[in-house]
């Protein structure tokens, strides 16, 4: 099953799915706690339900509460995310995604990371992902 697109998500889901992957498996009362602006309790209880009927979260009972988790690793949902950034944002060029990343760095790259960043494109070309 693909990730839902933010676009079907409202922003309290998309908030509420940000918590579940930045903390983990969450109870709803964590949950709340780290939500922006939060609604009430019975809202987030409410909205993690959603979550759970749309197929975006599913829940385990831990002695007399639910704890949540995405259905989707962080990754699949990462790459998800960025793929819609790069094609909302950058009309689906890696190229510009890439220079607009190194544009808004607030600092330069190590050479390090110049070098692994270098192995990565080599490792994609030979791949033909280029």
């Not at 983990?24 to 949950?31: E, L, M, R």
């Not at 009309?91 to 600092?107: H, Q």
């Not at 490792?123 to 033909?128: I, L, N, P």
Request: hydrophobic content about 35%; glycine content about 6%; charged content about 30%.
């Amino acid at each position: 099953m693909a990730p839902i697109a933010d676009e079907h998500r409202t922003r309290r889901e998309r908030q509420i799915m940000d918590v579940l992957y930045a903390e983990g498996p969450s109870s709803a009362a964590c949950v709340l706690k780290s939500l922006p602006d939060p609604p009430s309790y019975s809202a987030v209880r409410a909205l993690l339900r959603i979550l759970v009927d749309k197929g975006e979260v599913r829940y385990q009972k831990q002695g007399n509460r639910y704890i949540y988790r995405p259905t989707h690793s962080r990754r699949k949902a990462a790459k998800s995310a960025l793929s819609r950034v790069l094609n909302t944002f950058f009309e689906g060029s890696l190229e510009n995604a890439v220079a607009g990343l190194l544009e808004v760095s607030d600092r330069g790259l190590t050479d390090d990371e110049w070098n692994r960043l270098a192995d990565l494109i080599d490792q994609a070309r030979k791949e033909g992902q280029s």
